[in-house]
């Protein structure tokens, strides 16, 4: 359809961007001969329609997560409201009439015509067919086996229709940056949960989250989650870190608790609103070589605080769990 309208009306398209174009559904022995021969094609039609409203077209069009049950069920819902098996049938035999080739020729504007290489569902000669027969067409060949432009790397499809369209790219917005992260860690909260009673650990947990989001928020960090007995959180400066964990670490006494906290600079994956990487991992493991009432760092942090006047006591180095190397640990004073 939008390579017949480029056609009809060139006064009215400024540009063409086409992704995994089929211009002609079947086998044709006048250079078209990757398709499916009219056989084949009804064949793979009454297989489709036999499991339509299961989410099975997930297999055709996105491969590489059809194993992923809620995809699935998208998929099945998809299929059950957007036609009747028998209303289906009748759009796919339609489909298999469609021969545009003749139009391409005509089509007068810019033309980006994108395929992923591997498509399980629509070869990529398709593609190549049409780049090849609109004038001045440009061909870009994508890496992936997904039909469904949502799945898979799809931003770099959305970068060449940019750049396309606009002559300009956007910068890329890592999902990587450099942080410190704090954990927090309440000692022995399970003997606490066992003097207490549910209820009263878990309003005493209440009130030890509240007062780590207020600190937190107070040095100028972001809360992350809550661990249940601990909490973590992430700073860009290791001080405001240390000062979180620091006046955390006075004020739980206030409710009788006491905890340990550990601190890690280094670059940390943002996953939604929670963060992964080694550097999380680290800080896990920094945290779990602490003592009551005592906030050890990395001396990755140690390195970022020459000059802020905070002291820190050397603890020895360290064989952290699951990571390589060595580490030294230092102990903040105070």
């Known amino acids: 359809m939008a390579a017949m309208f480029a056609a ?52 055709r069009f996105a491969p590489s997560r059809a194993d992923d049950p809620e ?25 298999g009439k469609i021969d545009v080739r003749g139009v391409l020729p005509s089509i007068q504007c810019p033309t980006l015509v994108l395929h992923r290489t591997e498509d399980d569902l629509f070869d990529v000669r398709n593609a190549r067919y049409v780049a090849e027969h609109v004038p001045n067409a440009q061909f870009r060949e994508l890496p992936g086996r997904d039909n469904l432009l949502a799945i898979g790397d799809a931003e770099t499809a959305l970068a ?4 396309f369209l606009t002559g300009t790219r956007r910068p890329v917005v890592s999902d990587r940056v450099l942080a410190t992260v704090l954990f927090t860690d309440i000692v022995d909260s399970t003997g606490h949960a066992a003097r207490l009673g549910d209820r009263s650990w878990r309003e005493l947990l209440e009130r ?55 601190l890690h600079t280094g670059e940390c994956e943002l996953v939604g609103d929670d963060v992964g990487g080694l550097a999380v991992h680290i800080s896990a493991r920094v945290t779990g070589e602490a003592g009551p009432d005592e906030v050890l760092v990395s001396s990755t942090v140690r390195d970022l605080l020459v000059g802020s006047g905070i002291g820190l006591q050397e603890r020895g180095e360290r064989e952290l769990r699951g990571v390589p190397g060595a580490w030294r640990i230092y102990a903040v004073d105070g």
């Open 8 to 59: 009809t009306h060139p006064a009215m398209v400024r540009a063409l961007a086409l992704y995994a174009p089929m211009v002609c559904a079947v086998r044709s022995d006048d250079g078209y001969e990757w398709q499916d021969t009219p056989a084949v094609r009804d064949a793979r039609t009454r297989e489709m329609l036999a499991q339509w409203g299961s989410g099975a077209l997930a297999d």
């Open 71 to 95: 995809l699935r069920r998208w998929f099945g819902r998809l299929e059950r409201f957007s036609a009747a098996p028998s209303s289906a049938a009748r759009h796919i035999d339609l489909v």
């Open 160 to 163: 060449e229709i940019e750049q």
């Open 208 to 262: 030890h989250d509240g007062l780590m989001r207020a600190e937190v928020e107070r040095h100028r960090g972001r809360m992350v989650k809550t661990l249940g007995d601990g909490a973590l959180a992430v700073f860009d400066a290791p001080s405001r870190a240390i000062g979180t964990a620091v006046t955390v670490r006075d004020r739980v006494h206030e409710l009788g608790l006491q905890v340990r906290a550990g």
